[in-house]
């Protein structure tokens, strides 16, 4: 069965470094997705991706952040200066289209520690 | 706004009890999605349901089962006979009907644990 696929799936970094966390998100999936869920809180919505650009991002995606789709295949999510309170778990999900069937299809995570 | 909310926090029963896990939602919208996921404690999110808002029909898979009330804005889910492979953190989530790319809304999720 198709899935997504994220990669790593734990990262450790020093504040004010770069992190970059990937994603492969199923082949035929058009619209693409970062959540990201502080531990033992909600799961919150980061950014959405169509057609090679930005749909939708809520506050906590600021200047800080950026996605990328480089190829046919992978979506990369960048933190460009980690900061403490970027410490969580980053999921990545990607959907076939909006509308019926719209369901989103989760990866397992990427748990960013950063210290 | 659109907000869901998921007022029991932790629920522990034991194996074989059946258990239901309350989701309330607001939105202003008269069309959108309502879904349930589950967290092992693995980290994943895993899909369950997902269910439009002009279907008012109850679901039943298996053990599970969803209802469905639009009138209360509720949009709950039973685990009949509880196993402890259930055990995990349940979210509700709620998503626009229309609009390119409209975001989930999660509820904080309920962790329920079910003893041998």
């Known amino acids: 069965e198709p899935e997504v696929t994220q990669t790593p799936s734990h990262q450790v970094t020093q504040m004010g470094q770069e992190v970059i966390l990937r994603c492969v998100p199923i082949s035929n999936h058009l619209y693409f997705y970062w959540y990201r869920q502080i531990l033992g809180q909600k799961v919150e919505f980061l950014v959405s991706?169509?057609?090679?650009?930005?749909?939708?991002k809520s506050e906590i995606f600021d200047d800080q952040f950026s996605v990328e789709r480089p190829d046919g295949s992978n979506f990369t999510l960048k933190i460009r200066s980690t900061k403490l309170e970027d410490s969580a778990m980053y999921f990545c999900?990607?959907?076939?289209?909006?509308?019926?069937?719209?369901?989103?299809?989760f990866g397992s995570g990427t748990q960013l520690s950063v210290l | 706004a659109q907000k869901v909310t998921q007022a029991q926090t932790e629920i522990s029963v034991v194996e074989k009890e059946d258990v239901t896990l309350d989701c309330v939602y607001e939105t202003r919208d008269t069309t959108y999605y309502l879904f349930w996921y589950k967290q092992p404690p693995s980290g994943e999110l895993v899909f369950l349901i997902r269910?439009?808002?002009?279907?008012?029909q109850n679901e039943i898979s298996g053990r599970y089962s969803w209802n469905f009330q639009k009138s209360t804005s509720s949009f709950n889910f039973t685990i009949t006979a509880s196993q402890v492979v259930d055990s995990a953190v349940y979210f509700c989530?709620?998503?626009?009907?229309?609009?390119?790319?409209?975001?989930?809304?999660f509820g904080k999720g309920i962790t329920l644990s079910v003893r041998p």
């Open positions: 989530a709620l998503k626009k009907y229309t609009g390119a790319n409209s975001k989930l809304t």
């Open positions: 991706f169509y057609n090679n650009e930005i749909s939708e």
């Open positions: 269910r439009n808002s002009f279907d008012e």
């Open positions: 999900a990607s959907s076939v289209r909006e509308g019926l069937g719209g369901e989103l299809f």
